[in-house]
């Protein structure tokens, strides 16, 4: 009771003090300020605005710097592929700074070229799962076209393309593709490429769509394609049957937010070979081949009138879905090099972290022996990803994950123990070594949990990136230890 009544004293003593303190400092300031004030209103009344300017000049910056300094400025977000149609310049000028950045462009500039080569050709695609008949009717249409067609299915197993002619005798290539949803890696996104490519996709489906082909319609839309539904072996259904089967397919495009004409939807038949049993006059029964004759009339009417319709905006839409490609591209040289390069940048902060952790006396449970490695880090990282943090956010971020470096410590100077016994004949090497491949190991697991945090979010989130580091922390610590190890006996030997 004794000392709690000193204690209150003695902050009341303080309470005054501040009091006086304060009470002396706004006289002082008062004073200060009136008799400035008289001056400046005795002398020019230039001297007098001159001074208000500067003030106020002052003022607005150290509000500014304030501002600057603890408001947390907000990162737009980055813009969708299909939120604004690209155009060629704003392509090109993307490509020639990521290429000055060292980003490998080349899978951009070839979607580019591969759009000049085709500047005077119109391309229809035929698009849809394997053994659904693209290539069959393509047969149909140009009977001439030396198209191989496999029983089996999926007999196309690269791009093709053969010559057609329109109604206004205009030459059309026809592109069979492979189909998607086949066995054979790699194929389905050949298939999906070129028909982004392509002036006009047919999708050729034989029943009602299934979910891998609704997403695939989905995909095409956002590219803003023309497409033409065709529901390939009609003959197999009654005309009831087709016009129940060709609503549901508008239907699955319109559950997808797209728009096809009704007369952009069309049951044809390809014909071929079919096999028959067929009964001799003696009772025997033989199997022979017969062929169907094809119905593909309402095809061609379609595809007319769509090429006549659309007519120079074919080019136009053709030109904004190569241009989409061609930043998606670029999109992806850009995440690799940002994994390259991020990779570069964790790794050289977790050697100078085990080489801050060596040179310590005696090392602690904080991360930061070298506050600048973690800030430096962070800052790289920031930069490469485009963010734009504030010095608080970082420091926010630092923080939040020091708080959770003394849950992690034990288990990461465990681990760190472990990895050491991998490197037989240490010998009193490995004193003081534990230690210092723990602080790498942290180092390395907080620099991933930030580019975790960056790529999905694009802004540097403190509280975000710091749960990623505590959730993922014994991941990337099983990942790194022989790693981090084998630095750390490399650097105390050297």
Not at 301 to 328: H, I, P, S, W, Y
Request: net charge negative; aromatic share 4%; charged share 25%.
């Amino acid at each position: 009771m004794k000392l709690d009544r000193v204690i209150r004293v003695a902050l009341a003593a303080l309470i005054l003090l501040v009091f006086v303190v304060a009470t002396g400092a706004l006289l002082f300031i008062s004073e200060s300020a009136l008799n400035v004030w008289d001056r400046l209103k005795a002398g020019p009344p230039a001297l007098l605005y001159a001074y208000i300017a500067i003030m106020l000049l002052l003022a607005v910056t150290a509000l500014w710097l304030i501002w600057r300094l603890v408001v947390r400025r907000k990162i737009a977000p980055q813009r969708k592929l299909d939120a604004t149609p690209l155009t060629k310049p704003q392509i090109e000028a993307r490509l020639r700074d990521a290429e000055a950045a060292g980003i490998d462009v080349s899978e951009a500039q070839a979607e580019l070229r591969e759009l000049a080569a085709r500047h005077d050709e119109v391309h229809l695609c035929f698009f849809g799962e394997v053994s659904a008949g693209k290539s069959s009717l393509i047969r149909a249409l140009a009977p001439e076209a030396d198209v191989v067609i496999d029983v089996v299915g999926g007999s196309t197993g690269d791009v093709r393309h053969y010559q057609w002619r329109s109604e206004d005798g205009a030459e059309i290539l026809l592109t069979d593709v492979p189909g998607i949803g086949g066995t054979e890696e790699g194929l389905s996104e050949v298939a999906t490429a070129e028909a982004q490519r392509a002036d006009v996709v047919l999708f050729v489906c034989d029943s009602d769509l299934t979910r891998p082909e609704v997403a695939a319609i989905g995909s095409l839309l956002e590219f803003d394609k023309p497409l033409v539904i065709v529901l390939n072996k009609a003959d197999r259904f009654s005309p009831d049957e087709q016009a129940a089967l060709m609503e549901k397919l508008l239907e699955r495009v319109d559950s997808v937010g797209g728009t096809v004409e009704r007369d952009h939807v069309v049951a044809v038949s390809a014909g071929g070979e079919v096999e028959v049993v067929e009964r001799g006059a003696a009772g025997d029964e033989e199997t022979v081949r017969r062929t169907r004759p094809a119905d593909i009339g309402v095809l061609v009417v379609a595809v007319n009138r769509l090429l006549a319709a659309e007519g120079e905006q074919l080019d136009v839409r053709r030109e904004r879905a190569v241009f989409k490609m061609a930043a998606a591209r670029l999109a992806e040289a850009e995440g690799e090099y940002r994994l390259q390069r991020s990779e570069q940048i964790i790794r050289s902060a977790t050697r100078r972290a085990v080489l801050g952790a060596l040179a310590a006396i005696s090392p602690g449970t904080d991360i930061f022996i070298q506050g600048y490695i973690g800030t430096m880090m962070t800052q790289e990282l920031c930069r490469l990803y485009g963010a734009a943090p504030r010095d608080l956010d970082i420091e926010e971020f630092l923080n939040l994950s020091q708080s959770r470096v003394g849950r992690a410590l034990p288990l990461t100077l465990a681990v760190a123990g472990n990895g050491l016994k991998a490197f037989p004949g240490l010998g009193t090497v490995a004193g003081g070594a534990v230690h210092a491949v723990a602080y790498g190991l942290i180092f390395d697991a907080l620099g991933r949990s930030l580019v975790l945090t960056l790529s999905k979010h694009g802004e540097l989130l403190p509280d975000v990136a710091a749960r990623e580091f505590e959730e993922g922390i014994s991941e990337h610590l099983e990942a790194g230890v022989r790693r981090i190890a084998r630095i750390a006996l490399e650097e105390k030997k050297g």
